[in-house]
T-cell receptor
Framework: SAVISQKPSRDICQRGTSLTIQCQVDSQVTMMFWYRQQPGQSLTLIATANQGSEATYESGFVIDKFPISRPNLTFSTLTVSNMSPEDSSIYLC????????????FGDGTRLSIL | AQSVTQLDSHVSVSEGTPVLLRCNYSSSYSPSLFWYVQHPNKGLQLLLKYTSAATLVKGINGFEAEFKKSETSFHLTKPSAHMSDAAEYFCVVAVSGGYNKLIFGAGTRLAVHP
C-alpha cells in the first residue's frame, strides 16, 4: 500500500492564525481526501482534493476556511484558516484509487491545538 | 444513503479472551465494508475489507469479520485478545458509485486488561 507522510505531525497555534498541512504520497494516486477528527470523535470528511481543479467540499466545510491544493498526483495541502479553539482536532490525509471496493490508506495525521 | 452504527462505544476484555466489536450497516446497494484500527497518536490502519466476495473475511493480527446480509451486520471478532489490541476501532462503509468516499462509524474503544 502507499506510504503517506503528513507534516507537521503536531502543532500548537495561536487563534486567528493559519496553518498549512502537507500530505505526500510515495506513488501516484487517483484520489486524495482530507478528514477531521475532533477530540474523542470519529472521522468526518472535509473534502476531496482534485488534481488540477478545485476541491469538492462536504456539507459544513467551505473553501475560505479550508483551502486545499493538489498540484499533482502525489501531493496535497490543507490550510486551516483564521483558527479558533474549535479547530483543535486531528487532520488526516488519505488516498484511494477511486473505486469503492478498494480501501483508503491514511497518514498518521496532524494533531492541531489552538490556544 | 449508506450509514454504519457501532453498537458499543467501549468494550473491555481480559487478555486471552475473545473480542467482539459490533457493527450494523445500512445500504441500498451491496456495500463495501471495512474495519480500521487507530492506536494512540497514530493514523488509521486497515484491518480487513469486505467487497462482495467471501462473507467471512480474515484480516491482519488475527481479526476477522463476517458479513451477514440478513442481519445487516459486519461484526469484528478475534479469538484471543492481546494487550497490543487496545485501540479505537472504526467500522466503515464506502459510498456507492465508485467515488471511494467513506462513511465512518462512531468508533469502539477496546480496552484489554491483564
Amino acid at each position: 500500500s502507499a506510504v503517506i507522510s503528513q507534516k507537521p505531525s503536531r502543532d500548537i497555534c495561536q487563534r486567528g492564525t493559519s496553518l498549512t498541512i502537507q500530505c505526500q504520497v510515495d506513488s501516484q494516486v487517483t484520489m486524495m481526501f482530507w478528514y477531521r477528527q475532533q477530540p474523542g470523535q470519529s472521522l468526518t470528511l472535509i473534502a476531496t482534493a482534485n488534481q488540477g481543479s478545485e476541491a469538492t467540499y462536504e456539507s459544513g466545510f467551505v473553501i475560505d476556511k479550508f483551502p486545499i491544493s493538489r498540484p499533482n498526483l502525489t501531493f496535497s495541502t490543507l490550510t486551516v484558516s483564521n483558527m479558533s479553539p474549535e479547530d483543535s482536532s486531528i487532520y488526516l490525509c488519505s488516498v484511494g484509487q477511486g473505486n469503492s471496493n478498494q480501501p483508503q490508506h491514511f497518514g498518521d495525521g496532524t494533531r492541531l491545538s489552538i490556544l | 444513503a449508506q450509514s454504519v452504527t457501532q453498537l458499543d462505544s467501549h468494550v473491555s476484555v481480559s487478555e486471552g479472551t475473545p473480542v467482539l466489536l459490533r457493527c450494523n450497516y445500512s445500504s441500498s446497494y451491496s456495500p463495501s465494508l471495512f474495519w480500521y484500527v487507530q492506536h494512540p497518536n497514530k493514523g488509521l490502519q486497515l484491518l480487513l475489507k469486505y467487497t462482495s466476495a467471501a462473507t467471512l473475511v480474515k484480516g491482519i493480527n488475527g481479526f476477522e469479520a463476517e458479513f451477514k446480509k440478513s442481519e445487516t451486520s459486519f461484526h469484528l471478532t478475534k479469538p484471543s485478545a492481546h494487550m497490543s489490541d487496545a485501540a479505537e476501532y472504526f467500522c466503515v462503509v464506502a459510498v456507492s458509485g465508485g467515488y471511494n468516499k467513506l462513511i465512518f462509524g462512531a468508533g469502539t474503544r477496546l480496552a484489554v486488561h491483564p
